[in-house]
């Protein structure tokens, strides 16, 4: 079956660039969506079809999406931004959805 | 702007029912897919499965971890999903979330989401 890989962790100082990758063979050849969940709350789609931003989503957060790599990127990083993140892709030789482990963003 | 409410959590024996609820508001479901999400305490997101709106077959595709054990429907006039769970086991403890996908034929992104529904399964 197929398997999204993400790092566990991500530290980043504010003001900086983070990015949070997500790993799969060729997912350049599939749609990639990433969430952001913040503890206790429900998780948030922030970025969809590799690089569209849902409305209210700042600019600051784009998305990428080639060969073997999808990659979240998040400019002028905030404290508010401290968050696990999840990549997400509809596999469709099985018609199931699938996620990577989950990225825990911290902010230094 | 449509708003999704799960119900129904709680706590159950292994080997129990439970039926979760996920009604909508400020909008109807259309023919929109419906999907369920998981996470156990201190553990990712996982996928339960789906339901396909009427105009697209309502059709439904579940988990390897639920299969045979859950069940999705829903009442469209009611804008009511419902999980039916049958034979819980300890390890369908989690926190229960109904989605909305982003586009109406698909079941790739979803943009909707409510706020959980724990369900504890333990003796």
């Known amino acids: 079956s197929y398997v999204l890989t993400q790092p566990p962790s991500v530290s980043v100082a504010p003001g900086k660039t983070a990015k949070i990758t997500c790993g799969g063979n060729?997912?350049?050849?599939?749609?990639v969506h990433w969430y952001q969940q913040k503890p206790g709350q429900a998780p948030v789609l922030v970025m969809y079809y590799d690089s569209d931003r849902p409305s209210g989503i700042p600019e600051r957060f784009s998305g990428s999406n080639s060969g073997n790599t999808a990659t979240l990127t998040i400019s002028r990083v905030e404290a508010g931004d401290e968050a696990d993140f999840y990549c997400q892709v509809w596999d469709s030789s099985s018609d199931h959805v699938l996620f990577g482990g989950g990225t825990k963003l911290t902010v230094l | 702007e449509v708003q999704l409410v799960e119900s129904g959590g709680g706590l159950v024996q292994p080997g129990r029912s439970l039926r979760l609820s996920c009604t909508a508001s400020?909008?109807?479901?259309?023919?929109?897919?419906m999907s369920w999400f998981r996470q156990a305490p201190g553990k990712g997101l996982e996928w339960v499965g789906f339901i396909r709106g009427k105009a697209y077959g309502g059709t439904t595709e579940y988990a390897a971890s639920v299969k045979g054990r859950f069940t999705f429907s829903r009442d469209d006039s009611k804008s009511i999903a419902y999980l039916q769970m049958n034979s819980l086991k300890t390890e369908d403890t989690a926190v229960y979330y109904c989605?909305?996908?982003?586009?109406?034929?698909?079941?790739?992104?979803?943009?909707?989401w409510g706020q959980g529904t724990m369900v504890t399964v333990s003796s």
């Open positions: 400020g909008s109807t479901f259309g023919d929109y897919t």
């Open positions: 060729n997912i350049g050849r599939k749609s």
């Open positions: 989605t909305r996908a982003a586009e109406e034929a698909s079941a790739d992104a979803f943009d909707i």
